[in-house]
């Protein structure tokens, strides 16, 4: 076990290059950060070529990335568009948007995984059609549609919650966000779950159980559940990348202050240090995230082990 | 949908008759080739007929929107602004006044080309570097693995706004050759599996043993097998690229105004979404049918093709 996880993070180390490399390479060799500084009105082309010497921006690419990540490594992640260090703003955005995140992944895994059991023993019945088809129509209607009409309907009209949420985003006001933020992956879990349990309910172990006489509750979740979960537990892993990527759109819509929203700002502003520095931790926290997944296969299945 | 399953599995068994010996050959259907079969499931299919007719739909208003929408989509008049559905209007207007069913009706174009043109991208590119890695394995193998990693790591969403915002003006072709760039290693990782599926297979080595070149063995005899499940998910693929087309100019960096855009009107009809509901759901709601209809074609196209993952 301990030399899998080392041989995956070894393994993890180019791609992280790989990636940030090309997020890097996308700002600093696409855009211009220097005209980014002065807004509207043209720089002086004094100041700017004494900003760009200052900056290292006349520097071979690679030699930028490379003091750029030595930053990186000694927690200088560089200055945003206002003047406070992107440090900061990640120590107020990040917490925001994993507590958004958590929310959407509670969602996904107690609606998703309960409607893709119920659906996956009851397949060609009209339960099943009805939630089969009700996924299909989630999966089309785009994120920012959902996220407008859930927010017009229960934060305007029914009033059940705060249209927008407050800077300090606290857990219950993230409840329709994160919902909203969940919905796409939730269908995807739910019919995956689905496909695998109808899948299972056919193996012979499960026959097995049943002829034992083993009672419903514990055949359904020590050995049907527990089998069925593994690529459900795969996908939720992945997408927690993605939903963190994702909440780009969701936090627009109900105005939260996270890595979405300050990714955004810093878009808008070409302020290149934002930008860079948000998409690093983001990979990172996706990379570690596939790894983990990786990991929690053997607890759930004895069969996988590493070496 | 389940029941047709055992029916899919007895079409691949030949007849037999009641002492269990096989029919002689004369008797029974031609041997039907995996395509013939799908495309006999298909025509039973109510879902593929109808997902077919709303996407033909869709391209025949994309090649030639004015058949059916006869107001210019630009000219607009804001004494009209935010008016509601009416007679002469059924969709009513937006927030410049234009009228939101021509807005709706040619903003199809975009959509659908930015969808053609992306998936067309992504299956070539996908399945010609997935396939050669499939194929003769070894460092090539290894190097496509680790790109697509590379590509893997950075969520499409945030490669999408970085990328785009770098440039200035948006164009269906910007926009296209972007979700070409992120999208293609998912298509090549599933191609490289269908492909060493079938390259392990019997016939692969009966016509290696005849003395069959890389080029015919690819061609002729690996491609057909492996195809299948590259058609499935570009079918399904082109609609969530059109999803994506629209969330990208939603967020301002896909298309930009004055290109006519599901996306673009929907953005800025969500400002209004109090006062003039009727700004939304009429983009929202073409988009939502296109992209569903996609999806239901690639599910009708997998039901066909592969019997099991039903």
């Known amino acids: ?267 808008l502003r070409n302020n290149a240090p934002t930008v860079v520095g948000f998409v690093t931790i983001l990979v990172l926290v996706f990379l570690l995230a596939n790894l983990l997944v990786d990991l929690l296969y053997a607890v759930l299945d004895p069969r996988i082990r590493y070496a | 949908m389940p029941e047709n399953t055992d029916a899919a599995i007895l079409d691949g068994v030949p007849p037999t008759t009641q002492d269990g010996t096989a029919l002689p050959q004369d008797t029974r259907d031609k041997a039907r080739s995996l395509w013939t079969d799908a495309w006999y499931d298909l025509r039973r299919n109510p879902v593929f007929y109808i997902s077919s007719l709303v996407i033909l739909f869709l391209v025949f208003i994309s090649i030639w929107p004015g058949a059916i929408a006869h107001t210019d989509p630009l000219q607009c008049d804001l004494i009209n602004s935010q008016n509601g559905p009416s007679g002469g209007h059924w969709f009513g207007f937006d927030q410049q006044g234009c009228d939101v069913y021509s807005r709706t009706v040619h903003g199809a174009r975009n959509s659908v080309e930015v969808g053609l043109l992306s998936t067309v991208g992504v299956a070539l590119l996908g399945s010609v570097l997935g396939g050669l890695a499939g194929y003769f394995g070894g460092w090539l193998d290894a190097i496509l693995s680790r790109v697509s990693d590379i590509f893997f790591g950075i969520p499409i969403l945030l490669g999408g706004v970085v990328f785009l915002s770098a440039f200035k003006g948006g164009s269906v072709s910007i926009v296209s050759t972007f979700i070409i760039l992120l999208g293609w290693p998912q298509l090549a990782r599933i191609a490289r599996g269908a492909v060493i599926t079938a390259k392990e297979q019997d016939y692969v080595l009966a016509a290696k043993a005849l003395g069959a070149g890389h080029g015919r063995l690819l061609l002729r005899h690996i491609a057909p097998n492996a195809l299948a499940p590259v058609i499935v998910w570009s079918t399904i693929a082109l609609g969530t690229f059109i999803s994506l087309e629209a969330t990208l100019s939603f967020l301002g960096v896909g298309l930009k105004p004055p290109a006519v855009s599901w996306g673009i009107d929907i953005s800025s009809a969500s400002e209004q979404i109090r006062n003039a509901p009727h700004m939304l759901l009429f983009p929202a709601g073409a988009l939502s049918i296109t992209v569903l209809a996609f999806i239901l074609l690639g599910d009708a196209v997998r039901d066909a093709l592969d019997p099991k993952l039903r």
């Open chain 1, 1 to 267: 076990m301990g030399r899998y996880v080392i041989r995956r993070l070894l393994q993890m180390i180019p791609v992280f290059i790989g990636s940030t490399f090309l997020i890097f390479f996308m700002v600093y060799a696409l855009g211009d950060p220097v005209a980014a500084l002065f807004g509207d009105r043209a720089p002086d082309p004094a100041t700017a070529a004494q900003i760009r010497n200052e900056l290292h921006l006349n520097d071979p690419l690679w030699k930028q990335y490379l003091l750029y990540m030595k930053n990186i490594f000694s927690g200088d992640f560089g200055t945003a568009f206002n003047g406070q260090s992107v440090t900061s703003l990640m120590g107020s955005a990040f917490p925001v948007t994993i507590r958004l995140t958590i929310v959407a992944i509670i969602f996904e895994i107690i609606i998703g995984i309960t409607l893709g059991v119920i659906t996956g023993m009851r397949r060609g019945k009209p339960v099943d059609t009805g939630v089969l088809l009700l996924t299909l129509i989630v999966i089309s209607v785009p994120t920012f549609v959902t996220g407008y009409v859930l927010q017009y309907l229960f934060g305007v009209q029914l009033k059940w919650t705060a249209p927008s949420v407050s800077p300090e985003a606290p857990f219950n006001e993230l409840i329709l966000p994160g919902l909203v933020l969940a919905l796409v992956s939730l269908a995807y879990v739910t019919r995956l779950t689905r496909t695998s349990i109808a899948e299972n309910t056919r193996a012979d172990y499960l026959r097995t159980a049943v002829a034992k006489g083993l009672p419903r509750r514990r055949i359904i979740i020590r050995h049907l559940l527990r089998n069925s979960l593994i690529p459900v537990v795969t996908f939720i892993g992945t997408d927690v990348g993605f939903l963190m990527g994702g909440a780009i759109v969701t936090e627009r819509i109900f105005n939260i202050h996270g890595v979405g929203f300050q990714l955004y700002q810093g878009i």
